[in-house]
């Protein structure tokens, strides 16, 4: 979602005729489009902030702005604390940065932006093949360890036809992928007509000429529909890997959690994914070290990790945030048992995804070349519908976005390796 704001952010800019530079030595202005969903994001912030500041020092002309969840969840103080911050803006206020940029008083532009939804933001991307899609903002689910609902607002889904309108051009400028955007994708109501869900959407995006793949991100476990599972399954051009974040093993730290789930309905989403789509790649985000988690907890995370052998996770230690409920709750744990649990779950899930990834030795797969490899000039890269990453040595010219057939000859713990058919 940042990643595609900031994209935004390059789109407007180049509207008001700034030119982009890699050398911040350079630059008259720099913006620091920031997360605030982990402690550690903020940190990396507050280092990069300081070494602007004293770019700034020596050039006083320079503009510097923060922008994104942290100027979002600190407001007006930010700026009374950081006199040599020019301006702040959240990431419902994009739309707003030509005019801050020419106001002299300081401001930071974090109101609620009821016409986000329909706010259509010019772009600047760069890869050329796949492209994130906005398709809603903001999330009602209020996790009580998460930040997202305090600084990106309620839930707003964007109108089916200004998306539709979006990938349509897209297509016509040559991307084969696109990934729809949202902090709960599942939960998306076409504005202009309540019952249109986000299944429908895909079948419509899933229309689009030109365009080969369709992702999603993210997908909360309880709007998590037959309607969607068979869409997945139906619609020739989504791919086969769903991101379903399950947290916790654990029923009680779930629910404590507010995730409005039990282990045993994950498990139920998990089974009927499966049934109706074999050789889905699921993929998941779990939080470990959440307050009061007693070893048996951790355990059935453990336990749930070896059950379900998820293609592979993203984990986390939990870390407290402002605003949330379970930065109040008691019980919270130190670090060193946070890392002990991150340490085993990440040990196990490696087990797991090379387990996985060895069964896919000898298999044919259709992948989307991606570009050369970055570390070694012989090796090109790409992508398979399971967003599996695929390396290999092209025998004849190839391109980026081409769509081409290769056999896995080889499998590591986070790419494969791959000879082209
Ligand atoms: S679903 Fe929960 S974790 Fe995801 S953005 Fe909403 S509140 Fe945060």
Request: proline share 4%.
């Amino acid at each position: 979602m940042n990643v595609h704001d900031t994209e935004k952010i390059a789109g407007v800019l180049r509207g008001e005729g700034y030119a982009f530079t890699d050398r911040p030595e350079d630059a008259a202005l720099i913006i620091l489009n920031t997360c605030s969903i982990r402690e550690k994001a903020e940190h990396k912030f507050l280092s990069r902030l300081g070494y602007f500041r004293r770019l700034k020092r020596k050039r006083p002309g320079l503009q510097i702005v923060v922008s994104g969840c942290i100027a979002q969840q600190e407001g007006e103080k930010f700026l009374i604390d950081n006199k040599d911050v020019d301006f702040t803006f959240g990431p419902q206020n994009i739309v707003k940065l030509p005019e801050l940029i020419l106001r002299d008083k300081r401001k930071a532009a974090v109101e609620e932006n009821p016409a986000l939804a329909e706010t259509d933001l010019p772009a600047i991307r760069n890869d050329g093949t796949r492209a994130w899609v906005n398709i809603m903002y903001g999330c009602n689910n209020f996790c009580s360890y998460c930040v997202v609902p305090h600084t990106r607002g309620r839930e707003r889904s964007r109108p089916t036809d200004s998306i539709l309108n979006e990938i349509k051009t897209l297509s016509d400028e040559g991307y084969k992928e696109v990934t729809l955007l949202g902090q709960n994708v599942n939960s998306y109501r076409d504005p202009k007509n309540v019952t249109a869900s986000f299944a429908q959407l895909l079948k419509s995006v899933n229309a689009i000429q030109g365009i080969e793949r369709v992702r999603f991100i993210t997908s909360h476990p309880k709007d998590l529909s037959p309607e969607l599972i068979c869409a997945i399954r139906d619609l020739e051009k989504v791919c086969e890997h769903i991101h379903l974040p399950l947290q916790s093993g654990s029923s009680r730290i779930l629910s404590l959690m507010n995730r409005k789930y039990s282990y045993a309905q994950y498990l139920d989403k998990i089974t009927e994914l499966r049934r109706h789509i074999p050789g889905i790649s699921i993929t998941s985000d779990i939080i470990t070290g959440f307050p009061t988690e007693t070893g048996d907890d951790h355990e059935e995370t453990l336990a749930a990790l070896k059950e379900i052998e998820f293609d592979g996770i993203f984990a986390f230690k939990y870390s407290k945030r402002r605003y949330t409920r379970a930065s109040e709750m008691e019980g919270q744990l130190g670090e060193d048992i946070k890392s002990d649990r991150l340490k085993t779950i990440l040990e196990l899930q490696d087990v797991i995804t090379d387990k996985i990834n060895r069964r896919l030795k000898g298999q044919t797969t259709e992948i989307i070349v991606e570009g050369e490899s970055s570390s070694d000039t012989n090796h090109w890269t790409g992508r398979t519908r399971t967003n599996k990453i695929v390396n290999f040595t092209p025998d004849e010219k190839i391109n980026k976005g081409m769509l081409i057939t290769v056999s896995i000859t080889n499998s590591f713990r986070h790419s494969l390796e791959g000879r082209p058919d």
